[in-house]
């Protein structure tokens, strides 16, 4: 193992603002990207029940 | 398949087009996209006069100077064959050592002392433990005595 | 290629929506695994650096978003480029689904460099020949997704995003030819396919795997996306209705 604690993991040598900086921003990036791409899918599909509502009134 | 193999001569007529008009403006801009000029570059006066430019090669072993007042750094930029004295003020990079890469910005003085107002250090693509990089300085050393001898 | 197993079989919406479907959650698991192994490896078993100490562990990001944005970048253009030859449109929608995945990696790319390169060169920019190219991959990126959203007819749409995607295919090159052609700050490949790899076995692997993972999440949320796009696309047609019957 890497670290005497998880202090020192956090700290990252003292580069924790970039390490942390990098890794969390990639993070959010990744979940916003899939929490949109949910959102998109959940809009494509109610936009058929729509047009299905209008064709079967 | 003939407007299909029509439509591929297209597309390959543009890429390729492209391509040559790219290459072109950029061997036109070649002189303004040097990111850094070598102290042989320099030397031989291809850097531009009287205007900020940048320089770039290794810090040269022991040449490292601190002025008394604090701030005020010299040292000479080389690339083992021309030098550059170069003198700074303010906070040096983390990762500048003597014998390792180094990028200036700067204005060259007509005393052919290098006026800069920026220091970059510059590292190489090596990545390894501590452990491994002492022992590659030690075979290094090594090897240089077997050399001598 | 992504997702494309008989290359006539699926060629059609109709067919491949339902082997998207199928394997998109597998390249999730997948990416999911990789990633943690990654993670791993990069926090736990991989050293520290002799040079750059602690700050060196953005590499794990690093590395493998630049390599995905390019990547992408090449299979989108080669998928507008196969719409545009064939006329067939399930070729653009995969174009169209890989844009936003690449423009998010070259931008994660950026970010993570740029903090790599204050504490480490001093400097969070600098524009030389690799980090200019590579911010030129993400305006060619948003190009290509403002250019299609500005054009309302979808095959029209797909064909000027392919001209664009296709002119811009010459920037990849330059972009990892960078460091060999032009004096630049960013130091040259630690990894290519002709050499040792200039990285302690622990970090190549930690590396390597993280690609694999980011590669992996990549297929998954592009073959979620084309699905997507199927449906708004292909809404007026015979089978989606058909399918959506069962849509509450």
Not at chain 3, 198 to 215: E, H, L, N, P
Request: aromatic residues 14%.
């Amino acid at each position: 193992m890497n670290w005497g604690g998880w202090s020192d993991f956090f700290a990252m040598g003292g580069y924790a603002f970039y390490v942390w900086g990098s890794y969390a921003v990639t993070f959010g990036l990744l979940v916003m990207e899939i929490v949109l791409l949910l959102r998109r899918r959940r809009k494509a599909r109610a936009q058929l029940v729509l047009s299905r509502g209008r064709r079967n009134p | 398949m003939k407007p299909r193999h029509k439509r591929l001569a297209m597309i390959v007529g543009g890429v390729a087009a492209l391509g040559a008009a790219a290459a072109l403006v950029l061997s036109a801009f070649q002189q303004n996209l040097v990111f850094f000029f070598t102290p042989s570059q320099v030397a031989a006066n291809e850097a531009p006069q009287g205007r900020n430019f940048r320089i770039g090669g290794l810090v040269e072993a022991g040449s490292v100077k601190r002025q008394a007042d604090g701030v005020t750094v010299q040292f000479v930029v080389t690339d083992t064959a021309r030098s550059i004295p170069v003198v700074y003020r303010g906070i040096l990079p983390d990762l500048f050592r003597e014998g390792k890469g180094v990028v200036t910005q700067g204005r060259l003085g007509p005393d052919g002392v290098f006026q800069a107002s920026e220091v970059l250090a510059k590292h190489d693509e090596n990545y390894m433990p501590p452990e491994s990089a002492q022992a590659l300085e030690q075979a290094g050393k090594a090897q240089k005595s077997v050399v001598i001898r | 290629m992504k997702g494309n197993i008989n290359w006539f079989k699926y060629s059609s919406p109709q067919t491949f929506y339902p082997l998207a479907g199928t394997l998109a959650p597998w390249f999730g698991a997948l990416a999911a695994v990789f990633g943690a192994a990654g993670l791993y490896i990069g926090f736990f078993v991989a050293p520290t650096d002799y040079q750059q100490g602690e700050a060196y562990r953005i590499i794990f990001i690093h590395v493998p978003a630049a390599w995905m944005s390019m990547f992408l970048y090449l299979v989108m253009a080669f998928w507008a480029g196969a719409g545009l030859m064939f006329n067939t449109r399930l070729s653009g929608m995969m174009a169209s689904a890989l844009a936003p995945t690449g423009a998010l990696f070259t931008f994660i790319a950026l970010w993570t460099g740029s903090l790599w390169g204050k504490p480490m060169w001093g400097t969070y920019w600098v524009w030389d020949a690799r980090l200019t190219s590579e911010l030129i991959l993400l305006f060619l990126y948003f190009g290509f997704m403002a250019l299609q959203a500005a054009i309302d007819d979808a095959r029209r749409a797909d064909r000027a995003g392919a001209v664009l995607a296709l002119v811009g295919v010459v920037n990849v090159p330059v972009i990892y030819f960078s460091v060999q052609w032009w004096n630049t700050l960013h130091q040259g490949a630690s990894v290519s396919l002709t050499k040792a790899p200039t990285m302690a076995a622990t970090m190549f692997a930690g590396m390597i795997v993280m690609a694999f993972g980011f590669w992996f999440y990549s297929i998954a949320v592009t073959l979620l996306r084309v699905r997507c796009i199927v449906l708004e696309r292909e809404r007026n047609s015979e089978w989606v209705t058909e399918y959506a019957r069962d849509f509450r």
